[in-house]
T-cell receptor, first 114, second 117 residues
């Protein structure tokens, strides 16, 4: 079974607007971590934001915030005030328990329009 | 620079050739990972090193794939007798420690794009 599901293959957003990228996950572990990465056309995976399963508050990093709904097993990424440089592929990933490897979703392509 | 570096960035191989992909992790990082990313997909785990010890190679797709990290720093992923299905981007990542601590985030290199003709 897929551990991470990203249902939006591609999205368009107007510059300066906010966009929400969906991510749902599947795990039976109580302790896990959720990550979002950005992958521009250059190919490098850039870490954006992290949410621990025991964190009571939603994570925020600058223009990025994570809408964590534990009961629904969702960890949506919100990008506020979109910029042209935000155009990229975005991946949701999870690390379970004391495991070390990341399980990635299929990604969502975001295109910011001027 | 201080990030993870990989070489070569691009590699074209004829079917049946052997290839070697290099990863230089961030200095002092204990953990090193290799992932394979097919076109339009998310990365898939291949193997994991903690220092020089290869603790998990469950993601390696066949015995043609071999990875090493002999001195606990630089790592090499070797693919023998390459096949067309091996065409992908191979990403290396390193992290300071292990486990779920936030400072154990994985830092990725730019990847090596392998094309097998």
């Amino acid at each position: 079974a897929q551990k991470i599901t990203q249902t939006q293959p591609g999205m368009f957003v107007q510059e300066k607007e906010a966009v929400t990228l969906d991510c749902t996950y599947d795990t039976s572990d109580q302790s896990y971590g959720l990550f979002w990465y950005k992958q521009p056309s250059s190919g490098e995976m850039i870490f954006l934001i992290y949410q621990g399963s025991y964190d009571e508050q939603n994570a925020t990093e600058g223009r990025y915030s994570l809408n964590f709904q534990k009961a629904r097993k969702s960890a949506n990424l919100v990008i506020s005030a979109s910029q042209l440089g935000d155009s990229a592929m975005y991946f949701c990933a999870m690390r379970e328990g004391n495991d070390y490897k990341l399980s990635f979703g299929a990604g969502t392509t975001v295109t910011v329009r001027a | 620079g201080a990030g993870v570096s990989q070489s070569p960035r691009y590699k074209v191989a004829k079917r049946g050739q052997d290839v070697a992909l290099r990863c230089d992790p961030i200095s002092g990082h204990v953990s090193l990972f290799w992932y394979q990313q097919a076109l339009g997909q998310g990365p898939e785990f291949l193997t994991y090193f903690q220092n020089e010890a290869q603790l998990d190679k469950s993601g390696l797709p066949s015995d043609r794939f071999f990875a090493e990290r002999p001195e606990g720093s630089v790592s090499t992923l070797k693919i023998q007798r390459t096949q067309q299905e091996d065409s992908a981007v191979y990403l290396c990542a390193s992290s300071l420690g292990v486990g779920l601590a936030p400072n154990n985030e994985q830092f990725f290199g730019p990847g090596t794009r392998l094309t097998v003709l």
